[in-house]
C-alpha cells in the first residue's frame, strides 16, 4: 500500500460530525473505521477507577504509536542491548543509549529511530531494545555490553517485535519517565475521512489499497492491516 491524497481526507485528528470516520496511516500500512472521537471536555471524574482507566488508555495508545512508528519509518533493525557486569541503573541505561544516538546521527544524519527501557522478567535487569532503519547502527555503537540484532523483513514483523517491546507500557519503568523515546519529526500522521457506517469505510480503503492481509471487527469498529 503506498500513501496518496485522496478526496475528502483531513490530516491530523479533526473531529467531524458523521457518525464513523476512517483513520488511515498509509505509511504504517493500516486504517481504522470507528467513531469519532469524544471531546476531552465531557470526560468526568477523577476516581480510582478513572486513573486506571486513564493508565490503560494510555498504554495503548502508545503501543499503537511504537506500532506505527516502527512501520511507517522501515525500522528494520531490532536490536537488543545489555549489560556486561553488574546491573546497570536507569541513568546509566539512559546515557549509554545517548552515547549510541549521539554515534548514529554523527554519521547517518537526522534518521527515525526508537528505543524502548525494558526490566528483565526473571532478573530485573535493565536493558533496552531499539528499532533503526538498516545499516543505521553499527556493533561498534554499543561498548557496553552483549547485542542481539534480528532483520525484520515485512510490516507484520515490525508489529510483533513491537508488540513484543510494548508489553511493560502498561506498568512503564518509573525512573525514565517515559514508555518509549523516539527521534522527532517522524511520526506518521493520521488522514481521516468521514463515512455513515463500518462497511462503508472498510469499502473506502478496500476500493484504494486492496484486500488487507489482516481484518480485525470489535463493537467499535475494525481495524485493517496491510503487509508491505
Given at each position: 500500500m503506498k500513501a496518496r491524497a485522496f478526496e475528502g481526507a483531513r490530516t491530523g485528528n479533526e473531529t467531524t460530525s458523521a457518525p464513523y470516520q476512517v483513520t488511515l496511516y498509509p505509511d504504517a500500512l493500516e486504517a481504522t473505521v470507528s467513531r469519532p472521537p469524544v471531546s476531552k471536555h465531557s470526560a468526568t471524574g477523577f476516581g480510582t477507577q478513572d486513573l486506571e482507566r486513564s493508565q490503560q488508555?494510555?498504554?495503548?495508545?502508545?503501543?499503537?504509536?511504537?506500532?506505527?512508528?516502527?512501520?511507517?519509518?522501515?525500522?528494520?533493525?531490532?536490536?537488543?542491548?545489555?549489560?556486561?557486569?553488574?546491573?546497570?541503573?536507569?541513568?546509566?541505561?539512559?546515557?549509554?543509549?545517548?552515547?549510541?544516538?549521539?554515534?548514529?546521527?554523527?554519521?547517518?544524519?537526522?534518521?527515525?529511530?526508537?528505543?524502548?527501557?525494558?526490566?528483565?522478567?526473571?532478573?530485573?535487569?535493565?536493558?533496552?531494545?531499539?528499532?533503526?532503519?538498516?545499516?543505521?547502527?553499527?556493533?561498534?555503537?554499543?561498548?557496553?555490553?552483549?547485542?542481539?540484532?534480528?532483520?525484520?523483513?515485512?510490516?507484520?514483523?515490525?508489529?510483533?517485535?513491537?508488540?513484543?517491546?510494548?508489553?511493560?507500557?502498561?506498568?512503564?519503568?518509573?525512573?525514565?519517565?517515559?514508555?518509549?523515546?523516539?527521534?522527532?519529526?517522524?511520526?506518521?500522521?493520521?488522514?481521516i475521512v468521514p463515512v455513515e457506517s463500518v462497511d462503508e469505510g472498510l469499502a473506502f480503503v478496500v476500493a484504494r489499497y486492496g484486500e488487507p492481509s489482516n481484518l480485525n471487527h470489535s463493537r467499535w469498529g475494525a481495524q485493517a492491516r496491510w503487509n508491505n
Open positions: 488508555v494510555a498504554a495503548r495508545r502508545a503501543r499503537a504509536s511504537t506500532r506505527r512508528f516502527v512501520v511507517a519509518n522501515q525500522l528494520e533493525d531490532f536490536v537488543t542491548l545489555t549489560f556486561a557486569g553488574a546491573p546497570p541503573t536507569a541513568r546509566t541505561l539512559r546515557n549509554a543509549m545517548t552515547e549510541v544516538l549521539r554515534s548514529v546521527r554523527e554519521r547517518s544524519g537526522s534518521v527515525a529511530w526508537l528505543w524502548v527501557p525494558h526490566s528483565g522478567q526473571k532478573s530485573g535487569r535493565l536493558h533496552s531494545h531499539a528499532f533503526f532503519g538498516r545499516g543505521a547502527f553499527l556493533i561498534s555503537d554499543w561498548r557496553f555490553g552483549r547485542i542481539d540484532t534480528i532483520r525484520l523483513e515485512t510490516a507484520d514483523e515490525k508489529r510483533e517485535r513491537a508488540g513484543y517491546v510494548s508489553k511493560q507500557y502498561l506498568n512503564p519503568i518509573e525512573e525514565f519517565g517515559q514508555r518509549y523515546r523516539c527521534a522527532q519529526g517522524f511520526q506518521p500522521e493520521p488522514e
